[in-house]
């Protein structure tokens, strides 16, 4: 890690990774569980002490894309089988399985209402974008086939709920709730398009194309109605905001990684 990060920004930046990379690993546990599955849970430290929460797997998981792929498969794997038990009755998966140190089901908010202390847009977007990435880390397609019934159910929700969000948690919730906020359509269009590139490697061309139409329809929405009206400078944090409101739209880096380019008129600024 440090030799790779010396050779790109000299040795300040890599001893920051550095650091980087002995911080997150040491903010996980790593076990198997009674199926041999390999678990990598993290636990929240300054907030709820929840663990396996989604908005903290989804930014770590590059550091272990690049140097264990298994690891970040590990991340993903106990949301899957948590809503493989049945237990989880939602369309949406779960924002955590527990509170530290019992991995015993969600234990923030109240789910049942998409406007109260879960990120359902969120969690679904980051399901999906992350399950599509690290199959093409490991090549491991028919992980991908045994989980799809979940996955579909996300997409959908997706479609039906991503466009155009209503009151929630995004990962920015230092923001508190917020209704129609664009960055976490963009995320919900991102993870529509990662669910057209699983059903793609699973062989499913028609239901690839289906559904990448309709994370085309979702982005022609955005890129109408998330753009600033004072002359087109930004892209607004909420649809219909104020037209000085701005946020970073890091979600779409999807669409460069993946070459999609559904937002390529997009402009950056």
């Excluded at 466009?163 to 991102?190: E, V, W, Y």
């Excluded at 194309?209 to 329809?217: I, L, V």
């Excluded at 990684?257 to 600024?269: A, E, S």
């Amino acid at each position: 890690v440090y030799t790779d990060g010396y050779e790109v920004g000299g040795q300040k930046y890599a001893e920051i990774l550095a650091a980087v990379y002995r911080q997150t690993n040491a903010a996980h546990k790593l076990f198997l569980d009674t199926k041999g599955n390999l678990m990598f849970m993290s636990r929240e430290n300054n907030s709820g002490g929840f663990i396996n929460t989604l908005d903290v797997t989804y930014p770590s998981q590059p550091l272990y894309w690049i140097y264990s792929p298994a690891l970040a498969k590990a991340m993903i794997t106990p949301v899957f089988e948590y809503n493989a038990l049945g237990k989880w009755n939602y369309d949406f998966p779960n924002h955590d399985l527990g509170h530290y140190p019992l991995a015993n089901g969600n234990h923030y908010g109240n789910p049942s209402d998409g406007s109260g202390s879960t990120m359902p847009v969120e969690q679904s977007g980051n399901m999906l974008t992350l399950a599509a990435i690290i199959a093409t880390q490991d090549g491991d397609i028919e992980y991908l086939r045994k989980y799809l019934p979940y996955m579909t159910k996300w997409a959908n929700y997706l479609v039906e709920n991503g466009k155009d969000p209503a009151n929630q948690l995004c990962t920015d919730d230092f923001m508190g709730h917020s209704a129609r906020n664009t960055n976490l359509a963009a995320k919900a269009i991102m993870g529509v398009m990662s669910y057209s590139e699983i059903l793609r490697m699973l062989g499913d061309e028609e239901g690839a194309e289906e559904y990448k139409a309709k994370a085309e329809d979702m982005a022609s929405f955005w890129k109408r109605n998330a753009v600033s009206t004072n002359g087109g400078r930004h892209y607004l944090l909420n649809f219909g905001a104020n037209s000085d409101t701005w946020s970073t739209k890091y979600n779409l880096v999807w669409d460069k990684i993946w070459g999609w380019n559904i937002m390529q008129d997009v402009r950056t600024y």
